[in-house]
């Protein structure tokens, strides 16, 4: 089943829903995503720039694409499929929300329960004390020395090769053992753990509702899949 009743049906009858969000949920509010044509940065991958072997060759150059980023996201704004998924939270008895985004959006339109499993671009990290706080200079000379010790500081997010934080992980894998519904918005499901929390939820029997503007690898393995603009279908999903 793939229509919007269908999908709405599932979110009415769910009493604990889990929801896995990407790039795509944040696409309405001017974020390009990782693998669309915004997905590039300059002529390089995201992949090939988000990395522990790429920071260690050249911080600064990291450091420019992270701060550029910073300075798109702190212009947008939440969309209308972020405000939905509030409005669900209020209306179901369970709620968590588990985002692959670390651009702060969900938290911005008022989301209470959230999960953010690749770090968040606000937060930075030093390498040589460990210290890690909010950060939202967007002016500040790069590569940021900590102002504790002065070491070198990093993107407080996940990049690719790294273990996703355990605590944060380990809870996003209770939310989806426990969930009844699991609404994946706005991914291409290519990225692992993440990926695998729709196939957690499968193996537990949850229904499994996905909202994306193109088809996934999971598009004909999930219950409903619905094809449009999480903008656009989000709030028609809201009782
Ligand atoms: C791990 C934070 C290992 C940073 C991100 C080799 C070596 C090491 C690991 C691996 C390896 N090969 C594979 C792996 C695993 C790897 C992986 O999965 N790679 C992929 C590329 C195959 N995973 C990892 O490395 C993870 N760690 O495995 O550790 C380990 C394990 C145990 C012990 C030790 C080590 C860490 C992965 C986390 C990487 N960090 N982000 C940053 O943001 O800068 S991932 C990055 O991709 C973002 O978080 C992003 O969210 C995520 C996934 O992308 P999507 O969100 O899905 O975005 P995408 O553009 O792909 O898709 C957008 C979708 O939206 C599309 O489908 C589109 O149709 C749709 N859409 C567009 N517009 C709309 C829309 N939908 C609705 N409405 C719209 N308007
Ligand atoms: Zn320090």
Request: aromatic share 6%.
């Amino acid at each position: 089943m793939s229509s919007i009743d269908d999908a709405r049906r599932l979110v009415a009858e769910a009493s604990s829903i889990a929801v896995l969000t990407g790039a795509g949920i944040s696409a309405e509010s001017g974020i390009p995503t990782f693998r669309g044509a915004g997905g590039m940065w300059g002529n390089f991958r995201a992949e090939d720039l988000a990395t522990t072997e790429a920071f260690a060759r050249d911080p600064k150059f990291v450091w420019e694409w992270y701060q550029s980023r910073r300075v798109e996201i702190a212009r947008c704004e939440p969309n209308a499929g972020h405000r939905a998924l509030v409005a669900i939270e209020e209306q179901a008895d369970e709620f968590t929300l588990i985002t692959q985004n670390v651009d702060g959006l969900h938290d911005r339109a008022g989301s209470k329960r959230v999960l953010k499993i690749h770090g968040d671009i606000w937060m930075t990290r030093c390498l040589g004390c460990g210290y890690q706080r909010i950060n939202r200079d967007l002016e500040m000379e790069l590569p940021p020395k900590c102002g504790e010790c002065s070491g070198m500081v990093r993107p407080g997010v996940v990049w690719f090769g790294e273990t996703l934080p355990r605590i944060v992980w380990e809870e996003a894998e209770r939310a989806v053992n426990r969930c009844d519904l699991l609404l994946v918005v706005g991914t291409s499901a290519q990225v692992y753990p993440a990926a695998g929390l729709i196939d957690l939820a499968r193996h537990v029997g949850a229904s499994v509702l996905e909202v994306n503007l193109d088809a996934t690898a999971y598009s004909n393995a999930v219950d409903c899949s619905v094809r449009g603009k999480a903008a656009e279908v989000l709030p028609l999903l809201v009782a």
